[in-house]
């Protein structure tokens, strides 16, 4: 009994001792945590936040980081298709596209936004003098903005939240509960905001951080996004609204917001940008004007990566031209279509239709090499897309897909491929080119055309090891000359329109003032949009914006828009006959990997709204077909 009480004492100091142990160690400061008050205190953390922060901006299809792959949605529903690794070959057998596709409804960030913006005053005071933070407060609304730009242009009107939202544990959330704002009072509220903070927000001659013609950009494009959904909205069979307004901005606002957007491109165009015109060789030019980061008047603000810092990324290694890649396990997944090449016209003004065949259609027309059919193309397509025999990094691009051999008994050609690259013909001659095209193989281009935009030219950059740090561009003078453009032709200030039209086309190699007042049209500007800013995350959205998509993507295989197609390269094997044989002819053909047409239905004009969103708010009314 004794042994025992000794026993039970000894458990009790032991326990009493650990318990101490445990308070001591409950109530030290955690070491791993910083607390606002110590962020706010360190003007390192406080740049590292902001950093985050931009880093968190959403996009569609921007390069992202090491892991990112947003850029694959380009094979999606942009001008191109897929051609890489067979795990994503889906993405060229979409049926229909989700209700869900395009979905965005971040009040984590918001909330974080918000956060940031209340704490510059209440802990910044100490460490960050007034006009320190009145410029954090600028940029920390700028993003809240562009974040709300990017949630509108998906889901329509969302609820305006613009200070914390704090529970008080009371058992009763509800008053926590939001509606949705109107889509008109989103639009209103980014443009507010925007006009409220650019004399305040500072950076002058940043490209990585908003400033006051970065506010004016993000404007200039919003309002159009704003007028055109209000003018075409209304002409939608059938139109997609809202009875309060949360979808669907009222027609009688269009010229509005048309206005403000005209007015603040001009705002962008009268400041210290202009377009980039350094190289004359003009298709290099328009290369340069996206990937170039010396010297290059034309950026206003970008997502920039540093390979010397280790910030860096996968694009160029994963759409790299198969001929002339680096390291044997690169890529070429991304691959531009037929469809766009002929989008972009000819100098003379006229359409940009391929000749392949004579005006009877009884032959092929004979080119000399694989280039002579692009000559005389808008300088931008060379810029956007590598065609049969282009050069890139000094390298010729060579692509053949085999040989039409002419049979004389039946007096029409044989078409010869084959299962492998880079092989020779029976003649010693090229059968198939180091980049194909190629039916089947997997990363090779499917369509005859590979990506230049956003590749990088640098030795290494489409290895695994070296990598690109190309940065991605969020707004340059080139989009901000388009939406001026494209406002005040809505608006019916053609001399205007004329002005900020053929600036962008001369860029391109087109004659000063190629376009009239009796050749100008929406559609010509709507062209030049697709041309100019190809891959650049713009054709699904202004698809959406002047209600076209349904109407370009309507799910026919026999629409011509709805289907990928390919150009195929073929060297003439005709002895005898010099004036075809050793020559090319190309073939036009739906690309022999796309699948289903491509089907935008009405109720892809807004996403939908989580339903578990719906269920914990029964506040927010849902969007048509959700």
Not at 30 to 39: F, G, K, N, S
Not at 557 to 569: F, R, W
Request: hydrophobic content about 35%; some cysteine.
């Amino acid at each position: 009994m004794k042994n025992i009480s000794k026993y039970l004492a000894l458990c009790l100091v032991l326990t009493l001792s650990i318990a101490s142990c445990k308070k001591d160690y409950l109530e030290r400061e955690p070491t791993t945590i910083v607390t606002d008050e110590q962020l706010w205190k360190d003007p390192k953390l406080i740049v590292g936040l902001l950093a985050n922060y931009y880093n968190r901006l959403p996009t569609d299809m921007g390069l992202n980081d090491q892991g990112g792959s947003q850029w694959r949605n380009m094979a999606d529903y942009d001008d191109g298709m897929w051609s890489g690794s067979s795990n994503d070959e889906w993405r060229n057998n979409i049926v229909s596209y989700d209700r869900a596709r395009w979905r965005l409804y971040d009040y984590g960030f918001v909330r974080d936004l918000n956060l940031a913006i209340e704490n510059v005053d209440k802990f910044g005071a100490a460490t960050l003098n007034e006009a320190q933070r009145t410029q954090l407060k600028a940029e920390f609304r700028f993003i809240r903005a562009y974040l709300y730009f990017e949630m509108v242009k998906r889901m329509g009107g969302v609820p305006l939240i613009t200070t914390q939202l704090l529970y008080d544990f009371s058992g009763d959330p509800t008053y926590l509960q939001q509606p949705r704002a109107k889509e008109a009072e989103v639009y209103d509220f980014i443009a507010a905001e925007l006009d409220a903070i650019k004399n305040d927000i500072g950076n002058g001659g940043s490209t990585g951080r908003a400033n006051r013609y970065t506010c004016m950009a993000l404007k200039s494009r919003a309002m159009l996004y704003a007028g055109t959904i209000a003018k075409y909205n209304a002409l939608l069979t059938p139109n997609v609204v809202t009875p309060g307004g949360e979808v669907g901005i009222p027609a009688a606002r269009a010229a509005e917001y048309l206005q403000k957007s005209l007015d603040a491109s001009k705002e962008v165009i009268a400041g210290p940008y202009s377009l980039y015109k350094n190289n004359p060789n003009l298709g290099e030019n328009f290369y340069e004007a996206i990937v170039k980061k010396t010297n290059n008047p034309e950026v206003i603000f970008v997502r920039d990566f540093l390979s010397s810092k280790a910030k860096k990324h996968f694009f160029t290694y994963e759409n790299i031209a198969r001929g002339i890649r680096e390291d044997n396990l690169s890529s070429s997944s991304i691959v531009p279509s037929l469809n766009l090449v002929e989008n972009y016209e000819y100098l003379d003004g006229s359409p940009g239709v391929l000749r392949t065949r004579n005006a009877a259609n009884t032959d092929y027309i004979y080119y000399n090499n694989t280039t002579e059919i692009f000559a005389n193309k808008d300088a931008r397509l060379y810029g956007t897309v590598i065609y049969p025999g282009a050069p890139f990094r000094g390298l010729t691009v060579d692509m053949q897909a085999g040989v039409m051999r002419w049979d004389a008994n039946s007096g029409t050609y044989q078409t010869i491929e084959g299962p492998d690259l880079g092989t020779n013909y029976s003649d010693g001659k090229p059968l198939i080119a180091a980049s194909g095209p190629h039916r089947s193989i997997q990363e090779v281009s499917n369509t005859g055309f590979y990506l230049r935009k956003y590749v990088d030219a640098n030795g290494g950059a489409s290895t695994r090891g070296i990598q690109s740090d190309v940065w991605w561009v969020w707004f340059r003078l080139g989009e901000i000359y388009l939406n001026a453009a494209e406002a005040a032709f809505e608006l019916g200030f053609t001399g205007d329109a004329l002005t900020y039209a053929n600036a962008i086309r001369e860029r391109a190699g087109f004659p000063a003032n190629s376009l009239t007042p009796a050749t100008l049209t929406i559609e010509k500007i709507r062209n030049d949009r697709r041309n100019e800013l190809a891959f650049e995350d713009h054709r699904v959205w202004d698809l959406k914006r002047w209600r076209q998509a349904d109407k370009v993507w309507n799910g026919n295989a026999n629409n011509p828009e709805d289907v990928v197609y390919a150009l195929y390269p073929y060297r003439v094997v005709r002895p005898g006959d010099p004036a075809r044989d050793g020559k090319y002819v190309f073939v036009k053909m739906r690309a022999p990997k796309f699948g289903a047409p491509r089907f935008f239905q009405i109720f892809n004009y807004y996403s939908s709204i989580d339903q578990g969103v719906i269920n914990s708010n029964p506040k927010i009314v849902p969007n048509p077909f959700n």
